[in-house]
């Protein structure tokens, strides 16, 4: 018996107390005893049923480049791991230890978007509405287990080599939750799925998925840009480099590993997710960069370690280190001749139009 599934094995009791837990938390939902509320604006949640690693925020980002040009849009997450309680907006310095990694992450690359953080996320929309800008849309992160705000739209995101449905509810599994949240979803998302499905594997699996009618569900896989420096703009591609020193603080760095070593040699140097880089962690960075024999060589990161980097690229320490971060973008395919696309932005469009409407209505009365 492997060590995962005799770990899994003992914790199976606590599994029970909860699963138990969970199941009475959505019954006083679905009784009314727990209030939801739907928000006097357009939202979408982004969230998933495992715990961590199904790519939340590339898909964040994708729709914040869809939505941003057409509507006033924010972003509000909850700000995992930061230092500071309570609604706190981004002030131009995208600090992750006042945001959190991924808000960071984010307002640094769309410094004209609103992005903010709460804990309480009912408050946040508030917020963010009594704002001077109020947004027409706004962006909820992580939000499928936070059920006091009913998103208009609820995005659920699955792992392609590690779906839900072959998953068990925590700590037995991964879920944080029971499958059957899933009837809770618009819109399902298949994450980090091969560009090309044999129709036959997509159709088998969209049936394990056990999903009703009217939720759409698509496929989307990863696409790697070109390496960016920390603090600069111009893209390297990785063909011209021999050898990299790849250092990480995600949950699941193999993909990126992979990728990479498809170009050029790795020397994988990983760090806890959302690890908070220190001045000793940099001094061991540098040994290691040391250490690599490649003429062409660079030390290598995610975007998301980018932005915990970043906070002590003012460091002595930093002085002379040639660290890039790989940025990545989701690619969505069309799924039974409607793209992604077209099914966000008819929704959105409709809602917004309708917000307003409405809002007309109450004043001229």
Request: proline share 7%.
């Amino acid at each position: 018996m492997s060590f995962r599934k005799t770990v899994s094995c003992i914790l199976f009791p606590l599994t029970m107390w909860y699963a138990v837990g969970v199941w009475f938390r959505n019954l006083m939902y679905a009784l009314g005893i727990k209030r939801q509320v739907a928000p006097p604006v357009t939202t979408i949640g982004v969230g998933n049923l495992c715990a961590g690693g199904a790519g939340k925020t590339p898909h964040v980002e994708y729709l914040l480049r869809l939505l941003s040009p057409q509507y006033e849009t924010a972003l509000l997450s909850r700000g995992y791991r930061r230092k500071t309680r309570g609604f706190v907006l981004d002030d131009g310095c995208h600090s992750p230890s006042r945001l959190g990694d991924e808000p960071a992450m984010i307002a640094y690359k769309y410094p004209k978007i609103t992005v903010a953080v709460c804990e309480k996320r009912v408050e946040g929309v508030r917020r963010l509405l009594e704002g001077e800008t109020p947004p027409q849309v706004i962006l909820l992160d992580d939000v499928f287990q936070h059920r006091a705000i009913k998103p208009t739209v609820n995005i659920l995101l699955t792992e392609y080599r590690k779906p839900y449905f072959s998953d068990h509810i925590m700590p037995y599994g991964d879920l944080r939750e029971f499958r059957s949240a899933c009837r809770r979803a618009s819109i399902v998302v298949v994450t980090k799925a091969p560009e090309e499905i044999n129709p036959i594997d997509r159709h088998n699996f969209i049936a394990n998925l056990k999903l009703r009618p009217h939720q759409k569900v698509f496929f989307s896989h990863i696409h790697y840009c070109h390496p960016l420096p920390l603090m600069g703009s111009n893209p390297l591609p990785l063909d011209t480099i021999d050898e990299v020193l790849l250092v990480t603080g995600i949950a699941h760095p193999e993909p990126l590993v992979q990728y990479v070593s498809s170009h050029c040699k790795v020397t994988p140097l990983r760090f806890g997710d959302h690890h908070r880089f220190s001045v000793s962690d940099i001094k061991r960075i540098r040994k290691a960069y040391e250490q690599l024999k490649g003429e062409r060589k660079l030390i290598l990161t995610t975007e998301k370690d980018a932005a915990r980097l970043r906070e002590l690229s003012s460091s002595e320490v930093m002085v002379g280190l040639p660290i890039y971060y790989l940025p990545i973008e989701m690619r969505i395919s069309p799924s039974s001749g409607q793209t992604f696309d077209h099914t966000i932005e008819s929704i959105v469009h409709e809602n917004v139009s309708f917000l307003e409407r409405m809002k007309k209505t109450k004043f001229n009365l």
